[in-house]
């Protein structure tokens, strides 16, 4: 299978497995711990997680089934996030949802997330969202003391613009590895906003969150959808594919700034279909035909 180097030190698979929906998918710690065998052994190595997912559920139910096979965790690579601070029964003292990158939150938040995965180290830690209160002396600080102590191996950020990411990157000493954006035929604003761009420039690899739109472009409801699923369903008859989303797939694993989907499935075949796109190809005609049905009208 696969894989991508996002820092000398760091190869992740090229497709990712977000763990956020993991409460719907239902599973025992036995059947999640055969799902995460069944991904490793599918080529799908990295999981992306954040502290928040499941309203804070989602670690620790990931930690319980790594229990079971402790042996996993050399297999895989761990994607965590903080910065977040839902309002959450959990928290009752929280009088509104807001951001929170000060030093001291960061530590203390990776620590609970080491404790709820039940592992010593994350590879990477991602700075969840832009903060219109943010201090990147913070974040170096806190940075600086979790890769010492061995904690967090490498940092990225998500849904940053170039300048929030090239502010940031300034305090850190060494790249930051990722930005996690928005990407898929439904949401094409980081193609003309600069941000993928920047990534090029920059040699690094996006992730894409959301690859299906959240699995709207497989069922959809809206006109726009129902544009892009037409057009699917065009390029999927013209390479003799069924699957729509392995076209979807495809069709981000193609561009050249290196796209890495995160893809949000608890189904095993879903998966393998993921991983079998790494050997669809489109043309760039079929690529386009897609980026024009979403936008709904003709590139200038
Ligand atoms: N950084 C951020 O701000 C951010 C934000 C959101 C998400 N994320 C990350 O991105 C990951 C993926 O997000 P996502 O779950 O929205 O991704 P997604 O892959 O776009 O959507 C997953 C949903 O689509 C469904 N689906 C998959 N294949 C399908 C098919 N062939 N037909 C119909 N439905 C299908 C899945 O259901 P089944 O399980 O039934 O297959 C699941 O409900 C998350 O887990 C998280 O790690 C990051």
């Known amino acids: 299978m696969a894989t991508i180097k ?43 997680h954040a502290d928040i997912y499941g309203d804070y559920e989602c670690e620790a139910a990931f930690g319980k089934a790594l229990q079971l096979d402790p042996s996993l965790r050399s297999q895989m ?25 000060s030093k001291d939150y960061i530590i203390n938040q990776v620590e609970q997330s080491l404790a709820n995965l039940k592992t010593d180290y994350v590879d990477v830690l991602l700075l969840h ?5 943010f201090n990147p002396m913070e974040v170096a600080s806190a940075f600086e003391d979790l890769k010492t102590s061995g904690k967090v191996n490498h940092l990225g950020v998500s849904n940053f613009t170039p300048i929030q990411f090239e502010s ?11 930005n996690q954006i928005e990407i898929s035929p439904a949401q094409l604003e980081h193609f003309d906003n600069g941000n993928l761009d920047h990534l090029i420039e ?12 959240g699995g709207s472009l497989l069922n959809p409801q809206d006109e726009k959808s129902k544009r892009i699923h037409d057009a699917l369903k065009k390029v999927a008859n013209q ?25 949000g499935t608890g ?25 024009v049905a979403s936008l709904g009208e003709n590139i200038p």
């Open 6 to 48: 996002l820092a000398p030190q760091l190869e992740i698979s090229r497709i990712v497995l977000g763990i956020w929906r993991l409460m719907d998918w239902n599973m025992s710690d036995q059947e999640l711990l055969t799902y995460l065998k069944q991904s490793i052994d599918a080529g799908v190595t990295t999981f992306d």
């Open 77 to 101: 690579q761990l994607i965590t996030k903080c910065g977040i601070k839902l309002k959450s029964a959990k928290f009752p003292e929280r009088q509104v949802k807001y951001y929170d990158y």
């Open 129 to 133: 969202r832009p903060s219109p209160f």
């Open 168 to 178: 940031l990157q300034s305090y850190i000493n060494e790249p930051l590895v990722t």
């Open 202 to 213: 920059k040699r690094i690899s996006p992730m894409a969150w959301s690859p299906l739109a």
């Open 239 to 263: 390479i003799g594919e069924s699957d729509l989303s392995k076209v979807i797939y495809a069709w981000l694993l193609m561009h050249p700034s290196h796209i890495i989907p995160v893809i």
């Open 267 to 291: 189904k095993i075949n879903r998966l393998k279909t993921a991983v079998s796109a790494l050997d669809t190809q489109l043309n760039l005609e079929q690529w386009f035909e897609i980026y």
